[in-house]
């Protein structure tokens, strides 16, 4: 456990700077250190206190200016164990979530990118909430270490990465890109297991499908036809369906990987036949996939997810017009971790469960 107990304001995540960073703070030391502090960040997910092969004063220095922003506020599991959330705090009392999922063939983790949300989606909980800032490089990927530490326990691999938690990801472009390229280069996730999640920022797709990354994009599309979409979606007034459909057309071309269309199912909202033709219509033409899931209910909104019955038939009618579709199951609806739906706001205590154990340990 760290030795530090009080976090200084100003500190920055010891997973914020990049090597070259590191190595201009080491200058007076052996080259070989700034291997060892590397290696203890992104191969055993140490702290740097915590990173005994470097000498002990050498640890004090880098504690004194670099430290882990993110404190468990709470943490909660699923009875099963197959689904964990932490409730972070950060220290400037920003907080956010992050959930873990265990498959049988995966684990995945779910992470935020930004402290709340400022694209106002009336369904999402961190929409609901509001926008706070950024996340740091730092704060993005500590969420990352703590997964990979608690698979590890279970002596599960960490596998994939989505930017499905808080935030919107193509809005804190230039630090979600830097995070990924340490998930590639340095934890050694696969960029096809890293799949980045947006509401539809046009210019920030674009940027990204030039890229040369195999990364995963999904598009959370919810209603294909811009009336409607605008009422879900109010982004969707700058940048409509047709811009969308150009943005996925360009990812698959220049990536080679087709997008996917999330779609949380709104009873009687957006799960109409009418929705299946505009769906239908807007998939084939973006060449893209089809995410199924049922809205999770959230305080801030009257309407529920569709049946399953629906969802299936939904499923089913959109498979009969040649759409590529799956139908996603909602993980860890008990303790509010719906990935996706992370509620920084009223309900995010509210789960079935009490939480397991709630650690303050910093
Ligand atoms: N801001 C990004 C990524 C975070 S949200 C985005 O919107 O894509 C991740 C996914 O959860 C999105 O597809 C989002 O539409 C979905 N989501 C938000 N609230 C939800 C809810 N109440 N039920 C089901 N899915 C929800
Ligand atoms: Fe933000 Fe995504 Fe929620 Fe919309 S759905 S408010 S973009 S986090």
Redesign the pocket.
């Known amino acids: 456990m760290s030795e530090s107990t009080t976090h200084d304001h100003d500190a920055v995540s010891p997973w914020t700077p990049s090597r070259q960073q590191w190595a201009s703070l080491f200058e007076d030391e052996p080259r070989y250190r700034v291997d060892q502090l590397w290696t203890g960040l992104y191969h055993h997910d140490l702290d740097p206190i915590d990173i005994t092969n470097l000498p002990k004063p050498l640890r004090r220095r880098i504690g004194q200016q670099h430290q882990p922003a993110l404190t468990p506020a709470a943490e909660q599991q699923t009875i099963d164990g197959d689904t964990l959330k932490w409730l972070w705090s950060m220290p400037d009392g920003a907080e956010v979530e992050t959930v873990l999922m265990h498959y049988p063939k995966r684990s995945t983790v779910c992470i935020s990118?930004q402290a709340g949300?400022a694209?106002g989606?009336g369904?999402?909980?961190?929409?609901q909430a509001g926008y706070q800032r950024n996340l740091t490089v730092g704060e993005i990927l500590e969420q990352v270490v703590a997964a990979r530490r608690a698979a590890t326990i279970r002596s599960r691999r960490l596998s994939n990465v989505v930017?499905?938690?808080?935030?919107?990801?193509?809005a804190n472009y230039d630090q979600v890109l830097e995070a990924i390229g340490r998930l590639i280069a340095d934890f050694e996730i696969g960029a096809r297991n890293i799949t980045v999640?947006?509401?539809g920022l046009v210019p920030q797709m674009l940027r990204f499908a030039e890229e040369g990354l195999q990364v995963g994009l999904?598009?959370?599309l919810?209603a294909a036809n811009d009336e409607l979409r605008t009422s879900l979606?109010p982004v969707n007034r700058r940048h409509p369906i047709d811009e969308l459909v150009a943005a996925c057309q360009l990812f698959r071309e220049r990536t080679r990987r087709r997008v996917s269309l999330?779609w949380?199912m709104i009873d009687a909202v957006n799960d109409r036949d009418q929705d299946v033709a505009e769906l239908a219509d807007v998939a084939t033409r973006a060449r893209a996939h089809v995410n199924l899931?049922?809205?999770?209910?959230?305080p801030g909104?009257p309407t529920t997810?569709s049946p399953p019955e629906r969802v299936a038939a939904f499923a089913a009618d959109l498979s009969a017009r040649g759409v590529n579709v799956t139908v996603r199951a909602?993980r860890g609806t008990d303790i509010d971790a719906?990935?996706?739906?992370l509620a920084g706001g009223p309900n995010r205590r509210s789960g079935t469960e009490s939480p397991v154990s709630l650690d303050r340990h910093r």
């Open positions: 990118s949300c694209m989606c369904f999402c909980a961190t929409g930017f499905m938690g808080m935030g919107e990801p193509m999640s947006t509401v999904a598009l959370s919810h979606v999330e949380a899931i049922p809205l999770n209910p959230t909104w997810g909602n719906a990935c996706g739906q």
